[in-house]
């Protein structure tokens, strides 16, 4: 099946600079990819996706690139606010047809004021 | 738009009792899921319901979990006889398309503790 791997499970950043968080894939065949952000006892909350058709995306301070050959994609958060700190969940259809998101493990960001 | 709802938001149960949880997912919803989250882990596949069908329960731990969606709305999951090791967050999500390329919502999750 599909194996996401996530990195780093811990990252820490001043406020105002950028936050970079890494996703693998080991499935050829995955064509959708959601980012979830969950905080403290709450619900996960979708941020942003991508398809597989398309190489980067941008939402405001957030984006999210794609890079089919390798299999990977990440998710890049800029002028980071304290509101930010939460735990990040990438995730990956599992092949076609399947129909199975898998998570990664997740990466806890703190924004440091 | 009222989100996905679930109850309860907690529940502590002694070992080897049945628990169960309710999800009543977004209006019009007809693609439902259960998930499990353990402590610093992403959310794991138990089950995914089309309308009222299981399509995919090849996660689910048979032996102990059952789940239901009659009328192809609200679902309940249940756990009997409940052990130590189930004690985690149990997440329904739902999402208006067949195949998980559509959106999932999540809901707030139940928080099981079993003693």
């Known amino acids: 099946g599909e194996n996401v791997e996530q990195h780093p499970s811990t990252l820490s950043v001043q406020e105002g600079d950028s936050a970079v968080i890494k996703c693998t894939y080991s499935?050829?065949?995955?064509?959708?990819f959601p980012w979830y952000k969950q905080e403290l006892g709450k619900r996960p909350q979708l941020i942003i996706d991508?398809?597989?058709?398309?190489g980067e995306k941008k939402d405001q301070r957030i984006a999210v690139t794609l890079n089919k050959t390798a299999k990977h994609f990440s998710l890049h958060i800029t002028e980071t606010q304290p509101e930010d700190s939460a735990v990040y969940f990438c995730?990956?259809?599992?092949?076609?047809?399947?129909?199975?998101?898998?998570f990664g493990k997740g990466t806890k960001l703190s924004v440091i004021p | 738009e009222a989100g996905v709802v679930q109850s309860p938001r907690y529940k502590i149960i002694e070992k080897k009792q049945p628990v169960a949880f309710w999800c009543n997912p977004i209006?019009?919803?007809?693609?439902l899921y259960w998930y499990l989250q353990n402590l610093g882990q992403g959310p794991e596949l138990l089950i995914r319901?089309?309308?009222?069908?299981?399509?995919?329960d090849s996660q689910l731990p048979k032996d102990r979990f059952s789940a239901e969606r009659l009328k192809g709305v609200d679902s309940t999951l249940k756990i009997q006889p409940a052990e130590l090791g189930d004690s985690a967050v149990y997440l329904c999500a739902s999402s208006s398309g067949q195949g998980a390329r559509e959106t999932q919502y999540f809901g707030p999750g139940t928080r099981l503790l079993v003693l």
């Open positions: 499935d050829s065949a995955s064509n959708y």
């Open positions: 319901y089309e309308n009222e069908e299981a399509v995919d």
């Open positions: 995730a990956a259809v599992v092949g076609a047809g399947s129909y199975q998101l898998t």
């Open positions: 991508i398809r597989s058709n398309v």
């Open positions: 209006s019009g919803h007809n693609t």
